[in-house]
């Protein structure tokens, strides 16, 4: 039988469904909602294994604001009526089949990437339903990201249209021209244009500042700013190899228990 597993960035779409609700405290509006989005996702990719993956919710920022400690400091906590809803949502879901997977110190993104990751090196088909580009640096031939919101593929050719670089480079991009939603620096100086320049050049940022080539331009901001172009591609690059605790089997879909 062909394996089909599909990871739901589970906070990604809940705070997108909840963010347009006439009513934020009415938590059974998203779950009615968020109920229907999965059911659509459900019938349109058809899998034969899925879980949800939710983020901690404690403040702590984890090792990359260990790294960087002004990583996501500015970022809003989550609506009370949502955050205390969560498990009620849980509970919706899991009436469909659905797992949860709770993050417990490591964010929810390295958690997807490391089961993504392991799943599709087996030559089995991965889709990971997120609106969040940072997933783009784990394509590959069996791992797919869904941005079901935009109804569009996050693959090779849109990560080369939105940002002239290759899926594998996202990583060094982004340790060059930082995160401003994240509050990652990156190197002054150094914009998305710059970015795009340096990396058609090269394959990675270490690449460049060893290179004699690299344009005199860009060599006097790499001398001064190294370290916090590496720091920043540190923060940026997922974790792909967490300890999980659990395997495919445990994770197969059997359907919704409300079903006959």
Known sequence: MSIHLVI?????????????QPDPTDIDRTIQTTSRTLHRI???????HIIAVFDH?????GWRAELLPEYKQNRKPMPEPLFNGLEKIQDAWWQLGIDSLLSEGDE?????ATLAVKVASHNKTVTIISTDKGYCQILS???????????????????????????EQLADYWGLTGISSSQVP???GIGPKAAKEILN?????????ASETLAAKYRKKLDEHIEMARKCKQVAALKTDIEL????????????????
Do not use: C, M
């Open 42 to 48: 459900l019938n349109e990719a058809n899998p034969t």
């Open 57 to 61: 919710h404690e403040q702590d920022r």
């Open 8 to 20: 739901i960035d589970a906070l990604n779409l809940i705070r997108r469904v909840h963010a347009v």
């Open 186 to 188: 990156g190197v002054p």
């Open 245 to 260: 605790g659990f395997n495919l089997q445990d994770i197969r879909f059997e359907g919704s228990s409300t079903q006959s």
């Open 141 to 167: 031939p069996t791992l797919q990201i869904r941005d079901y919101f935009q109804h569009r593929w996050l693959d090779a050719p849109f990560i080369e249209q939105e940002f002239g670089v290759k899926p």
């Open 108 to 112: 929810a993104d390295d958690l997807v």
């Open 201 to 209: 050049q090269f394959q990675d940022i270490e690449s460049a500042y």
